[in-house]
RNA sequence: GGCGACGUAGCCAAGUGGUAAGGCAGAAGUCUGCAAAACUUCCAUUCACCAGUUCAAAUCUGGUCGUCGCCUCCA
């Protein structure tokens, strides 16, 4: 039985769907204003291993993550004018103009999420496609009268959710006394949030812009993914899945819109990713510390690297991210390929009756331990014991073909789920016959240096046969 | 100021009441130079600190210190 911890009760809970046999997740997805970082990148890859590890168990997985390509306020300094949208403010410091700069970042996006192999999702809904469902959202919010309107919006009034603030563990009254939110004179509390934006004061001149009943204006922040998670998962959520920064106010008001409006639970289990660390500080867009996924590939670390780093570690402890660690990542899926490639390699013999116990109880202690709540860590440590007791069995008694099948399925059903591991036999290069002429008598030189002991002469060979791309490993 | 998470070896990281997984790095050895891979062995009497509960605590309770996150756009 899977369980997961959900950020919602503070409890790890059994997982019951609400379809038997179906899920449906839902992923705060990114801002396309800018690059995404690999912090970002992490709280993706924590949605992929679930989603992934659900489709392992059997279940049919419905995932969908929105794109947010409608610009949002700011206040931070990117920009000189207070309250610039960021996307404006991209638009005007890269010249394009709002929807070339969406657009851009979103393929840069869509790059790199197949850059690091996270599996597909079903949807990706734009913001920007679903402002009819959003007002529409907006229009059942209006008739239950939890919502009223200013001078320059539509505001959601919180004081008739009373679980608002449930899952963050805030509590209003409190955030109140030491609040740092500008207060609005219009608005009845300064935690209430807009539905709808209008074009007056300082979003006068707001390029992206909609029609609506309330006035010509954008969508809120919120109401994008109440919206596009009804569309298309349905109003209750099996998962909800994000960043532990968009618990409040994000996940919040989510919460309060749609169970407002739906009259049913919104998501039942909520699953948040700690935030990645660099040198004790939050990686972010705004402190400027980041890696993209381009950075990284750039300085030669390979995109299973950088999978495996973020989704070695448990979801919800701080990751703080080095170098060091992609390496140690490096060295531990290469530990894995050439145990792939030993096995693919070696002699088929007879059968070996120990080699369905060894898989059966890794598989068990594999599983138990992503059962309880997706405890990766836990998991790999049973696979390089496995490795171990395996090596050891071909190296004692042998294998046969259908050992290795055997082995071979299980490795691929757990690279379903981490998705870095080579399968591919490693063949030798196939070289011109006049290379194949040179690589023997270098060979042969070799050699003859070794049998002289001339092992400068000797190395020297090895260098050289190195640079023509081929390994020499000596064996007994 | 309010809310929350966390503190396990040189580093990364599991373990949440029954006597410290695993990986990296390091040390020694086997494989008749070296290197690579593999294998064998070693590498935390102790889990930030202090009290308490218990036959038994890294795990539970209280306190102290420290770190980080959220409370404003952020995944």
């Known amino acids: 039985m899977l369980e997961i911890y959900n950020s919602y009760s503070k409890k790890k809970e059994t997982f019951k769907p609400v379809a038997e046999g179906k899920v449906n997740i839902y992923t705060c997805g990114p801002t396309v204003y800018s690059n995404a970082h690999v912090g970002?990148?992490?709280?993706?890859?924590?949605?992929?291993?679930?989603?992934?590890?659900?489709?392992?168990?059997?279940?049919?997985?419905?995932?969908?993550m929105n794109i947010?390509?409608?610009?949002?306020?700011?206040?931070?300094?990117?920009?000189?004018?207070?309250?610039?949208?960021?996307l404006e403010a991209a638009s005007k410091r890269e010249n394009k103009t709002v929807w070339e700069i969406a657009r851009h970042y979103e393929d840069l996006f869509m790059g790199d999420i197949r850059t690091l192999k996270l599996?597909?999702?079903?949807?990706?809904?734009?913001?920007?496609?679903?402002?009819?469902?959003?007002?529409?959202?907006?229009?059942?919010?209006?008739?239950?009268?939890?919502?009223?309107?200013?001078?320059?919006?539509?505001?959601?009034?919180?004081?008739?959710?009373?679980?608002?603030?449930?899952?963050?563990?805030?509590?209003?009254?409190?955030?109140?006394?030491?609040?740092?939110?500008?207060?609005?004179?219009?608005?009845?509390?300064?935690?209430?949030?807009?539905?709808?934006?209008?074009?007056?004061?300082k979003?006068?001149?707001?390029?992206?812009?909609?029609?609506?009943?309330?006035?010509?204006?954008?969508?809120?922040?919120?109401?994008?993914?109440?919206?596009?998670?009804?569309?298309?998962?349905?109003?209750?959520?099996?998962?909800?899945?994000?960043?532990?920064?968009?618990?409040?106010?994000?996940?919040?008001?989510e919460i309060a819109q749609s169970e407002t409006a739906n009259c049913k639970p919104f998501a039942n289990y909520w699953m948040h990713k700690s935030r990645?660390?660099?040198?004790?500080?939050?990686?972010?867009?705004?402190?400027?510390?980041?890696?993209?996924?381009?950075?990284?590939?750039?300085?030669?670390?390979?995109?299973e690297s950088i999978r495996f780093t973020f989704v070695s570690v448990h979801y919800r402890s701080k990751l703080n991210f080095t170098e060091e660690k992609l390496v140690e990542s490096q060295k531990s899926i290469d530990k894995f390929n050439d145990f792939i490639q030993f096995l693919i390699k070696s002699e088929e013999t007879v059968e070996n009756s120990s080699i369905s116990s060894i898989i059966k109880s890794t598989k068990q202690q594999f599983e138990k331990a992503m059962d309880d709540d997706l405890n990766v860590s836990g998991a790999l440590a049973p696979l390089f014991g496995f490795m171990k007791s395996i090596r050891k069995q071909i190296n004692?008694?042998?294998?046969?073909?259908?050992?290795?099948?055997?082995?071979?399925?299980?490795?691929?059903?757990?690279?379903?789920?981490?998705?870095v591991f080579d399968f591919e036999e490693k063949k030798e290069k196939k070289l011109s016959i006049s290379d194949q002429k040179t690589?023997?008598?270098?060979?042969?030189?070799?050699?003859?240096?070794?049998?002289?002991?001339?092992?400068?002469?000797?190395?020297?060979?090895?260098?050289?046969l190195n640079k023509m791309g081929v390994k020499i490993e000596d064996k007994k």
């Open 396 to 419: 004692s008694s042998g294998i046969s073909a259908k050992n290795k099948d055997e082995i071979l399925h299980f490795m691929k059903s757990i690279n379903s789920i981490f998705e």
């Open 119 to 201: 599996f597909p999702a079903d949807k990706y809904p734009r913001a920007t496609e679903h402002v009819e469902e959003m007002i529409e959202m907006i229009k059942i919010l209006q008739q239950k009268e939890v919502i009223y309107e200013t001078s320059d919006g539509v505001y959601f009034d919180i004081s008739k959710f009373k679980k608002y603030g449930k899952l963050s563990g805030n509590d209003i009254e409190a955030l109140q006394a030491g609040s740092r939110v500008e207060i609005n004179e219009d608005k009845r509390s300064a935690y209430d949030f807009a539905l709808w934006k209008k074009l007056t004061g």
């Open 203 to 253: 979003n006068e001149k707001h390029i992206m812009q909609w029609d609506s009943p309330w006035g010509t204006g954008f969508p809120g922040w919120h109401i994008e993914c109440s919206a596009m998670s009804k569309k298309y998962l349905g109003e209750t959520l099996d998962f909800h899945t994000g960043g532990e920064d968009n618990k409040f106010p994000h996940h919040e008001s």
């Open 276 to 303: 990645v660390i660099v040198n004790n500080e939050k990686m972010s867009k705004s402190l400027g510390n980041f890696f993209t996924v381009q950075d990284l590939l750039k300085l030669g670390y390979t995109p």
């Open 40 to 64: 970002n990148f992490s709280a993706f890859l924590m949605a992929d291993v679930l989603v992934r590890y659900l489709k392992y168990k059997g279940y049919d997985v419905k995932w969908v």
């Open 439 to 464: 690589v023997e008598e270098l060979i042969k030189k070799r050699e003859q240096f070794r049998s002289e002991k001339n092992w400068v002469e000797a190395d020297k060979v090895r260098d050289e």
């Open 68 to 86: 947010t390509d409608v610009g949002h306020l700011t206040d931070d300094n990117e920009v000189t004018d207070d309250g610039e949208d960021k």
